[in-house]
């Protein structure tokens, strides 16, 4: 009987020590085990300044003001900062490539986005890691 009750015991513990790894695996606070917290660097915001660009419609004259601000690794905030230039010249490519009826919808916004992320992570490798528009208007 005595016998029986230890090995219950043992069960117990050793379900209950499998039961909290798996929780701290997948758990809730994933990541946080043992006090270590997962790492995400923190982020930094570039102004890429005002553009207003004429759009590629034929039939009439279109024209966007943007005013991008980027977001990008804390760690490449000064690299990226020299290298507006080359982001602006990217961001005029591709949007003067547009037409107004491209870009005048809430998809047309994030489909832009999307393409401007696409460029410059090929550009600038992960140092970007978003696009916002402080003002976005096609006229």
Not at 28 to 51: M, R, T
Not at 59 to 86: F, G, T
């Amino acid at each position: 009987m005595k016998k029986k009750i230890i090995n219950a015991a043992v069960i117990l513990v050793i379900a209950g020590l499998a039961i909290s790894g798996l929780l701290m695996i997948y758990g809730p606070f994933a990541g946080h085990a043992a006090g270590i917290a997962s790492k995400h660097e923190p982020e930094a915001f570039v102004d890429a300044k005002e553009l207003t660009l004429r759009l590629s419609d034929s039939a009439a004259e279109h024209y966007i003001r943007l005013d991008p601000v980027l977001a990008v690794r804390a760690s490449r905030q000064e690299d990226i900062e020299l290298k507006v230039p080359e982001v602006r010249d990217r961001i005029v490519t591709i949007v003067s490539g547009q037409s107004s009826d491209a870009l005048a919808s809430p998809q047309g916004e994030q489909k832009l986005k999307h393409q401007l992320l696409d460029a410059f992570h090929k550009d600038f490798g992960d140092s970007i890691t978003d696009i916002y528009f402080s003002g976005y208007l096609v006229e």
